[in-house]
């Protein structure tokens, strides 16, 4: 369909290279959490303009503006990157949303085990990956951060807290999703 009758749909863009089955695995679930489709496209702009050589990290609001470029109206964009992010005043953000735009960007590299020098885990970097796209798409469907540590909208501060909080939106925030 076209125009306003047109079915909201969620768009996955792989940013630098993605292993194909997490992309799949994030679909899925985020069909399962937002109630709508999500495709996947292969979002070609080069990183490296979002470098930043300083702070050897890329700007995620450099990304949020590639991403925004080539989206349609109505639709949710989620970028995922393999790279370290930051938003200027942070050291360092898994991920990031402009609510306005309905873009969001997540950050593979910190929700690893072995960015930490710890042993590999592929399931709690699965399980983190997860609660990082609902949580950045949580905000371009209008959602704030949330008080409650379960509640995939709850701040992440660290990986202790993204560890903590659940897949899933709380009572006071499922009710608050719009589309």
Known sequence: MTGQYREMKIILKPISYVDKGLVEELKQKLEQTFGCPVETVIK?????????????????TRFLSQLKKDKVKGDKVLGIADVDLYSPGLNFIFGQADIASGTSVISLTRL?????????DEDLFRDRAVKEAVHELGHTFGLDHCPDPKCVMHFSNSLSDTD??????????????IK
Do not use: M, S
């Not at 085990?113 to 590999?120: K, N, S, V």
């Open 44 to 60: 070609t702009f080069d990183p490296e303009k979002a470098y930043d050589k300083r702070r050897k990290q890329y700007l995620g």
């Open 112 to 120: 690893r085990q072995l960015y930490y020098d710890l042993p590999a």
């Open 164 to 177: 903590l909080k659940q897949a899933t939106f709380c009572g006071r925030c499922r009710p608050k999703l």
